[in-house]
């Protein structure tokens, strides 16, 4: 079941596998995170054209839509969406882009493809169990892709799927779709799990002399800690959607009040996987941004150990703020309060780290490339995701807010603003190691200002709609007399939700025209002081051609008397001319 | 243009709002100073010719400076959150003397029941009206609330209230309203496909004008239940009677 | 595996391990979700039972105490001479390896054949998934027990070839300690099953 391991030490050597061994049935941690990558842009798409569609309906209620004639006639009755459609497309939206675009693409591409590299090792710790973690995601993919168009539809219970709705057919006409999506999401469980032991085994025991905990890179800390949020929470998710799923199946009644069942445990079940869910979505992207940062600021990241602990700190209390998603679901008010607590005080170690990253850039010397623009819209867009966090903590006022699009605001602030922009910055950056081919950086400028620019008009009046009171997952807002004044807020986020889904052309066509007629890159073009670096780009089987030994910390810039502006980790200390750390 | 919150019509809107607004303008100050502070070190610490960045490391006191201040003002703020909450979650802090109304929510319905002219529920001459609620403004109410199919909210926004129905929990929502007139009632948890029109009318009257409404819902109850119905279809649409 | 599958370098020379061997490792990060997945049905059950008024029978009314126990005593055994069988693939002594590989084998393959033998006994009875909340959380918790120690014979099996084989020989025996960890983690979610769920 695993790779057995040779006594001495990693090597690059001639590589004559297969075609199939070395790009499709790979063992290799790099092609596992292309694959990824690919797999991940794709359900990306996915997720936005969803998205499209959400915002043609809230945009221009009971419109058909264009292409809408396509679609069949009991889903979108003269290519209008229809009730039924829109709650599909509502829940379908948050399933694909949350488990099958935002986390493989911080996961299970910058897991797969960073770590060894950046640690020094030759691959991870059980290759073979690496490329099962990837090959399940094409049956969980597909399970999910296929409830889209069994008979009776997709799951139409949200992305959370609350009990009883979601598993009682008779309550919405979805029979299948439903155990699909519970069955994917097992599967995707076991793809998470495989990938979380490889990470977690690797960073343990596989660091090159001289790589102490202390000199990884925070992106190397991140992901680490990322992937002991997913052993302990995504196990809790499958046992939990295993008993959804035999409620529906097998005549259980876990959460059928009918027989006794409990759906409030859902929403503790769901919830205890569901907070550490997002914070395995965020960390990651806090970590390359640190890099990216330091990179892009000529400067060691402000604060290292502060940021290492506040990571620590993010994950550790994540797993007791679960209840703040439930304030206002019936549960016991006073248990309500302890988790307002413990929800406050989370938002400490995230402001820390905001600081901490203000500090890197205080008197750096910032080359604007475009990842660094990316990461820096991470920070400034975090900042935003997070203080709308605070109001929902006070759970007085989550009374008000708790189900508006207040909430969409704040998730789309920190995932779209937050992680997506962080994965822009770590594609951007890592492209040429991955490909031996830089993106163009005007088209990235272009890509990154368009990106922005529609991504604050889309989602930052969401807010304001949310404080207008206007709830999550209506199909038709204009029921609701209060509601129908905040109409032109609807069809102004529409209009900008569907330029920013064009402006990602721009990346999707620097991506193509780089593979296609790129230059070959140099072997570090961000001038970084990381190991991946000193490797070939791209990297050969292997890694290394020597078990590297670290000398340094992981952001060694602008170093007084050194002789460049950066000290690659590898550096042996008398070339680098100075007392090091 | 009502971009904002609806005009408040309870007793407790005023003091969510007040939070909200204590929030909000800390989070703006720290919105403005924070993103202020990053705009600043852009344009200065922009890559300049001769000029190299500065080699520092961290500083122990400004984490502990900004781990602090935050902290501080975050525990303030929850302390300050705590009573309110209580105060209009925990049932046992409910008035006594407040009168009852039942509520069942199922898809896509409000169903209100009314404890009739006796002022009890529970018994013979109770009532229920469906998608409309009746206060009289300035009484405290608590309405006791089941869900009979799967989980509903109850959101009120000009009452600023929300609670969750969860099916088999009994669950206990104190109201107080403050102004007369007609407000919307909305489900806020996804029900089914016909979420989007459980839409529902609470109705604030003074004791006056209830008191006429009771009598005519004696008068019209006969008539209901011959035309159950056509009138239940038009309550549902409407929600007025 | 070819000779081009990157092979690692061990523990040994990686001088940042914390002095684990790497399968051993994997084996122990894997078994926290295990622990994990464990803990929210048998969270959930405890819910359900103690934490609601669901009306539930008495566990000896409906399941055969006496039999599972003996069952138990039998899983027990296997961890046992799962023991054995790694002291002598310490001490290097195949034959005792082998012996006590198919002694586990066979001690889990009963356990299986018995849990599978009382499912079909109650299941006549009349006691199904859909009996109320017990049969519900009772063949959800045992059901996945029973997958796991499934998989794990299975993989005892194929260890046992490789016993037999000659693989864990002269000192080679980690893979036997990664197994038994496996094993012994399975007897012990069924000793907190049989009293929770059993005797209690």
């Given at each position: 079941m695993t790779a057995a391991v040779t006594a001495h030490g990693a090597h690059a050597h001639a590589d004559d596998r297969s075609f199939v061994r070395k790009y499709v049935f790979s063992t290799d941690h790099k092609i596992i995170g292309i694959q990824f990558l690919f797999l991940s842009l794709f359900f990306l798409l996915v997720g936005g054209l969803l998205a499209m569609g959400i915002r043609w309906q809230l945009g221009f209620p009971g419109q058909a839509m264009p292409l809408g004639g396509w679609l069949p006639q009991g889903v979108a009755p003269g290519g209008v969406v229809a009730p039924k459609m829109y709650i599909s497309l509502v829940t379908m939206h948050g399933t694909f882009m949350i488990f099958f675009a935002v986390m493989p693409l911080l996961v299970g591409v910058f897991a797969n493809y960073l770590i060894p590299l950046k640690i020094g090792a030759p691959d991870m710790a059980f290759p073979r169990l690496n490329m099962w973690s990837f090959w399940l995601m094409i049956p969980s993919g597909l399970l999910m892709l296929s409830s889209l168009f069994v008979l009776g539809g997709s799951s139409v219970a949200g992305w959370t799927v609350y009990a009883p709705l979601s598993n009682?057919?008779?309550?919405?006409?979805?029979?299948l779709g439903q155990q699909l999506w519970c069955l994917s999401i097992v599967v995707f469980g076991a793809s998470s799990l495989l990938g979380s032991v490889n990470y977690i085994t690797t960073v343990i025991?596989?660091?090159?002399?001289?790589?102490t905990w202390f000199r990884m890179p925070l992106s190397v800390w991140a992901l680490f800690i990322t992937a002991v949020l997913a052993i302990l929470a995504v196990p809790v998710l499958a046992g939990a959607v295993i008993m959804l799923f035999f409620d529906q199946t097998i005549g259980t009644h876990f959460y059928l009040p009918a027989g006794g069942g409990q759906p409030l445990m859902w929403q503790h079940l769901f919830w205890f996987f569901g907070h550490p869910e997002v914070y395995i979505l965020i960390l990651p992207a806090m970590g390359i941004a640190s890099d990216v940062i330091a990179n892009g600021a000529r400067k060691p990241i402000f604060g290292y150990t502060s940021m290492v602990w506040a990571m620590v700190a993010i994950a550790f209390l994540g797993f007791i703020v679960w209840g703040h998603h439930m304030f206002q679901s019936g549960m016991n008010p006073t248990l309500a309060s302890a988790f307002m607590v413990s929800t406050i005080v989370i938002a400490v170690p995230s402001a820390i780290k905001v600081f901490n990253w203000l500090g890197t850039l205080w008197r750096g010397s910032i080359h604007f490339t475009t990842p660094m623009l990316n990461a820096l819209a991470f920070v400034s867009m975090f900042i935003i995701g997070g203080l709308s966090g605070i109001f929902m903590a006070s759970t007085p006022v989550d009374m008000y807010i708790h189900g508006t699009y207040f909430i969409v605001a704040h998730i789309h602030y920190v995932l779209f603003g937050g992680s997506l922009f962080a994965i822009f910055a770590g594609i951007y950056f890592w492209f040429p190691k991955m490909f031996g081919k830089q993106l163009d950086e005007r088209l990235g400028k272009v890509h990154f200002a368009l990106t922005f620019v529609f991504y604050n008009l889309t989602f930052f009046p969401m807010h304001i709609l949310g404080l207008g009171g206007e709830m999550r997952r209506i199909y038709d807002p204009t029921v609701y007399d209060y509601l129908r004044p905040l109409q032109p807020i609807n069809v102004f986020i529409t209009i900008n939700a569907f330029l920013l889904f064009l402006s990602q052309l721009v990346m999707l066509w620097n991506v193509i025209r780089t593979l296609a007629w790129g230059k070959k890159a140099e072997m570090n073009p961000w001038h970084d002081c990381g190991l991946e670096w000193t490797v070939p780009s791209p990297p050969p089987h292997g890694n290394f051609e020597h078990t590297p030994t670290v000398y340094h910390g992981p952001y060694e810039f602008?170093?007084?008397?050194?002789?460049?502006?950066f000290i690659p980790v590898n550096q042996p200390p008398a070339q680098a001319g100075e007392a090091h750390r | 243009m009502h971009w904002w919150f609806p005009g408040n019509a309870s007793s407790v809107g005023g003091k969510v709002d007040s939070l909200f607004y204590v929030i909000l303008y800390i989070t703006g100050a720290v919105f403005v100073l924070v993103e202020a502070t990053l705009l600043v070190f852009l344009v200065r610490y922009r890559k300049r010719a001769g000029r190299a960045a500065t080699y520092v490391e961290g500083s122990n006191k400004a984490e502990i400076i900004w781990t602090a201040i935050p902290a501080v003002i975050l525990v303030s703020l929850a302390l300050v959150s705590q009573p309110l909450w209580s105060k209009i979650k925990d049932s046992d802090t409910y008035p006594k003397d407040a009168a009852h109304l039942g509520l069942e929510a199922k898809q896509f319905e409000w169903h209100i029941t009314y404890p009739g002219p006796d002022g009890k529920l529970g018994t013979d001459d109770d009532f229920m009206k469906i998608d409309s609620i009746h206060l009289v403004v300035n009484r405290d109410y608590v309405i006791d609330m089941t869900a009979r199919d799967v989980v509903h909210s109850f959101f009120v926004p000009a009452f600023r209230i929300k609670q969750d129905i969860v099916p088999g929990m009994d669950i206990k929502l104190w109201v107080k309203p403050t102004r007369t007139g007609t407000f919307e009632l909305a489900c806020s948890e996804l029900c089914g496909l016909g979420h989007y029109r459980m839409r529902g009318l609470v109705i604030v009257h003074t004791p006056q004008d209830y008191a006429a409404w009771l009598v005519s819902q004696g008068e019209a109850s006969a008539a209901d239940s011959a035309a159950a119905g056509a009138a239940a279809d038009t309550t549902r649409r409407k929600g007025v009677s | 595996m070819t000779a081009h599958e990157a092979p690692l370098a061990p523990e040994a020379t990686a001088p940042h391990s914390i002095g684990v061997h790497t399968q051993k490792l994997g084996m122990w990060v894997f078994l926290v979700s295990e622990v994990m997945f464990f803990t929210a049905l048998i969270g959930s059950y405890i819910i359900l039972r103690w934490g609601t008024d669901a009306p539930w029978p008495e566990p000896r009314t409906v399941l055969a105490i006496p039999v599972t126990a003996l069952n138990t005593f039998i899983l027990i055994c296997s961890s046992v001479s799962m023991v054995k069988a790694y002291a002598a693939a310490v001490k290097d002594d195949q034959r005792g390896l082998k012996r006590w590989l198919l002694t586990t084998v066979v001690g889990g393959a009963t356990f299986v054949g018995v849990q599978v033998r009382e499912y079909i006994h109650l299941v006549q009875k009349?006691?199904?998934?859909?009996?109320g909340l017990f049969g519900a959380s009772f063949y959800t918790m045992t059901g996945f027990h029973g997958f796991h120690v499934t998989c794990g014979v299975l993989s005892m099996i194929w260890v046992t070839i490789r016993a037999f084989r000659g693989k864990y020989a002269g000192g080679k025996y980690q893979g036997i300690e990664t197994i038994g960890l496996y094993w012994h983690f399975v007897d012990l979610v069924w000793i907190i099953l049989f009293t929770i769920v059993y005797l209690i």
């Open positions: 009682t057919p008779d309550y919405t006409g979805v029979h025991n596989l660091r090159a002399p001289g790589m602008s170093v007084p008397g050194a002789a460049a502006d | - | 009349g006691f199904l998934p859909s009996s």
